[in-house]
């Protein structure tokens, strides 16, 4: 079994909602991590740090911390009691400190049932108020219409269209821009 990587300041939470809870990575997710990620399905809207076929040792590296950094909010969906996918995000730095990049997935035999989007309704706001975040960004393949419905019913906007961002299976491919932000904070003068 897979070796964690060393505790994270986030290794406590839990967060409930309607049929998931959302907490941290554990060794024993293992084999639900590779049943469900293993899927080229899933895999097609996802980056280039989430491989297809999803090996083994693909699941241990990223469950150690070697693929994304688990200090961060990176936690696993659970639904009666197996992990079947995954909600992070990755925090900015210096100037760019109080916004955040969000990313998930689901495994294919969930999909379909406004699971995400009830992921993201928890999430999100606990994301931002955790992380002290003025704003969420996430980015989107421009052909994934089920993720872009997950953000715009969970308060996010589309900003725009990256055209030709990032090259995926050798395809450059357009990246939608969606983000949700504190208006409070971005009013002020």
């Not at 290794?11 to 997710?29: A, K, M, Q």
């Not at 108020?129 to 393949?141: E, G, I, K, N, S």
């Not at 969970?154 to 990246?175: S, T, W």
Request: with cysteine; charged share 25%.
């Amino acid at each position: 079994m897979p070796a964690l990587a060393p505790s994270s300041r986030f290794e406590s939470e839990r967060l409930t909602g309607e049929g998931f809870v959302l907490r941290p990575w554990r060794p024993s997710d293992l084999d639900s991590l590779l049943r469900h990620a293993n899927d080229a399905d899933v895999v097609r809207g996802l980056s280039s740090r989430f491989p297809h076929p999803y090996t083994r040792e693909d699941g241990e590296r990223f469950l150690s911390g070697a693929v994304v950094d688990l200090d961060d909010p990176v936690f696993a969906i659970e639904v009666d009691g197996h992990a079947c996918g995954g909600i992070g995000a990755r925090p900015g730095d210096a100037e760019r400190g109080h916004c955040a990049e969000l990313g998930y997935w689901l495994g294919k035999s969930l999909w379909g049932r406004g699971l995400m989007t009830r992921v993201v309704a928890t999430y999100a706001p606990w994301a931002m108020q955790r992380l002290a975040l003025f704003r969420l960004q996430a980015t989107v393949l421009g052909f994934n219409e089920a993720s872009a419905r997950v953000l715009l019913k969970n308060g996010f906007i589309e900003e725009g269209v990256a055209r030709c961002a990032l090259v995926k299976n050798g395809e450059p491919r357009d990246v939608r821009v969606f983000a949700r932000v504190r208006r409070s904070l971005c009013d002020a003068p």
